[in-house]
């Protein structure tokens, strides 16, 4: 496994405090204009995008990559994945056993001779390299089914094509595509991704792994250890981060940064620890990693010397969308179980699925799965579409949908009562599995701070363009009004008048305008955070995470609009099922928005964030809790 974020909270900051936003409305006296002339503004505009999430923390509504839902698929490719599925499902329904994988800690040779005969290590590898050329979507499609049926399968097949061998395919030279993907490709040799270290999980700019040029340049002396790699003891082929030294042409200096190598199980010097005794996906291989002066040859760099950082990152927001749609396929395995046993079990003289308590849990796990399957095949469907800028995106489909799978599957356990606590039920199983998802591939917690620094960034950088045209007013009139105008509307509590009604379907206008209310009241909360705090709102973790709940709130609202919205317009038969849907997740959805931007500004939360400041800090100067017991013995 990777305990890897997107990106790290320290370079965060380093990144926000680069782009120093700064209030707006300036407390400084005007500059005497007849004794100055005007200050010349910088040519620089600021960044540009028409993703929903980013453009969400400037508080507008940018629609082109949510509406209308995305439907990418060619009538080839939907034959393919037809042809795909039905295979695939027999396959994990008959010859793939998850119960005994988890009691032998281990995918048995059969299953995985079986996968590699089906081209499962090779999805979306380019079929000049002997893979099924798969499209995001088309991968997302069949992923559900692992997630389905076996979450440790699923993190071996995961860790070898989704992170573990897709730097090559993303910034692999030619050379080193025709070298390594057709056996990768085939399942000859697994692949794993290695980042995770002691001293760095969440923190990856730590790591303190090396590699040093040779003095003749032909290659790197690789020296370090990497821990809780999944695939770690199976791997043949391994993408490796570690520290290079890097000398700056203009000034000469020379600093240490994060490089990228392809690293052969063949080199001398590299071994693995034994597996990991883990809570869950215990089938799946996970192991320490170490390299001991391996000579890394200078042809396998992966990416630019000291660019490792931006190759992970790539790697790991390329492949989060696959999680989500993983997790939907898990979610939908937990309801059915759920039920099947709910509308057989009779208490009291009646099916419990006729009691209310049981009614809203089967409805809640089925809002749950939809948001997650809407917002997996949001983000899969950009990807094929060529659009770039999804990481806001992705990361939130990973957070929601990793915490709505362990709230189905717990759900699900508890309408199956005891017999869903037995093992035989298999749900024991899908629980202990899908704790780590929370964890791996960026912890939901420095996503959530990845999700509001970043959007918080991209929103600052706007308003310090709208402070640099105000020193020459004259020269951006259409800036001037078209931005301020809207800012100063929101300021003094008016609408400016954004609206999703033209996009989406009549029934749904009532849903649309929470959810583009919600989006109003959102980009006020960051302006008034941007102004109150400045830079320092890197140091308010709990304004940012409430804040990052919100924007996933209202991201959850868009695509289900958006999707709802094409399935009334093409008359399907769920359409008025799926409009019950959407009603509900914007009724509640808005609310608890509203919720999530009071706490940012209202005394009586702030107040609250402080005492639990300060009762954290007592109970770790205490070294544990302070109280005494109740019985005082």
């Known amino acids: 496994m ?31 204009t007849h004794s100055k002339p005007a200050p010349k503004t910088s040519s620089k505009s600021a960044p540009e995008t028409n993703s929903f999430a980013m453009n969400l923390f400037r508080g507008q509504i940018r629609h082109e990559e949510v509406f209308p839902y995305r439907q990418v698929l060619s009538e080839d490719q939907r034959s393919v994945l037809e042809s795909l599925i039905s295979p695939t499902e027999k396959f994990f329904k008959e010859v793939n056993d998850a119960g005994k994988n988890d009691a032998n800690e281990c995918v ?29 979507t088309q991968y997302a499609r069949l992923v559900e089914i692992v997630g389905e049926h076996d979450l440790a399968l699923g993190i071996v097949l995961g860790a070898h094509q989704s992170i573990g061998f897709k730097g090559i395919s993303l910034f692999g030279t030619d050379a080193q595509k025709q070298k390594y993907l057709p056996s990768l490709a085939s399942g000859e040799k697994l692949a794993a991704f290695c980042l995770t270290e002691p001293s760095s999980g969440s923190d990856a700019s730590s790591i303190r792994t090396r590699a040093v040029p040779s003095a003749d340049g032909s290659h790197y002396v690789l020296t370090g250890g990497k821990i809780w790699i999944s695939n770690g003891g199976l791997a043949d082929v391994f993408t490796v981060f570690a520290q290079t030294p890097v000398t700056d042409s203009k000034t000469g200096l020379t600093k240490e940064k994060v490089t990228a190598f392809i690293v052969e199980r063949a080199f001398k010097g590299v071994t693995s620890g034994p597996p990991e005794k883990k809570m869950g996906i215990k089938a799946s291989n996970t192991a320490e990693v170490h390299f001991d002066e391996v000579e890394v040859p200078k042809e396998n760099l992966l990416g630019e010397v000291g660019e490792g950082f931006k190759v992970a990152m790539n790697i790991l927001n390329n492949g989060r969308f696959g999680m989500a749609a993983a997790l939907t396929g898990t979610m939908r395995g937990c309801i059915n179980m759920a039920v099947d046993h709910a509308s057989s079990r009779v208490q009291f003289g009646r099916r419990i699925d006729t009691f209310g308590t049981i009614q809203e849990k089967i409805a809640r796990m089925t809002v749950a799965h939809y948001i997650t399957e809407s917002m997996a095949y949001t ?36 309408i199956l009562g005891g017999t869903g606590y037995m093992k035989s039920s298999g749900v024991e199983r899908v629980l202990r599995d899908l704790r780590v998802f929370r964890i791996f591939e960026g912890t939901n917690d420095i996503l959530r701070l990845f999700v509001a620094l970043t959007g918080i960034q991209y929103a600052g950088s706007h308003l310090k363009e709208l402070q640099r045209a105000f ?97 009334l317009n093409q008359n399907h038969s769920s359409a008025a099922h799926e409009m019950a849907i959407v009603n509900l997740i914007c009724s509640e959805g808005s609310e608890k928005v509203k919720l ?12 609250c964030f402080q005492y639990l400041r300060d009762i954290s800090k007592d109970v770790v100067a205490n070294g544990g809790l302070i109280q005494k017991h109740p019985l005082g013995v």
């Open 471 to 567: 020193q020459n007013p004259a020269a951006n009139l259409g800036l001037i009004f078209g931005e301020g105008s809207k800012r100063a509307l929101r300021l003094v509590g008016m609408s400016t008048a954004q609206s999703l009604a033209e996009h989406v379907h009549p029934d749904l206008s009532d849903a649309a305008s929470k959810a583009a209310s919600s989006v109003e009241g959102f980009g006020v909360a960051v302006e008034s955070l941007l102004m109150k705090y400045g830079k320092n709102v890197v140091d308010e973790q709990y304004l940012l995470s409430r804040l990052a709940n919100a924007a996933i709130e209202i991201y959850a609202m868009v695509v289900v609009l958006s999707r709802a919205t094409a399935s």
């Open 379 to 414: 983000v899969s469907g950009n990807m094929d579409l060529g659009i770039k800028e999804y990481q806001l995106e992705a990361a939130i489909s990973k957070i929601f949908g990793s915490e709505a799978a362990w709230f189905v599957a717990d759900e699900a356990l508890q």
């Open 596 to 607: 999530y931007l009071g706490a940012l500004s209202e005394d009586r939360h702030l107040k």
């Open 2 to 32: 990777s305990t890897v974020p997107v990106v790290t909270f320290s370079c965060l900051i380093k990144r926000l405090c680069h782009v120093h936003v700064r209030r707006w409305h300036s407390t400084k006296p005007a500059p005497n």
């Open 108 to 136: 048995d040779d059969a299953t995985m001779k079986g996968l590699r005969e089906m081209g499962a290590f090779g999805l979306q590898v380019a079929e000049k390299y002997g893979g099924l050329g798969l499209t995001n």
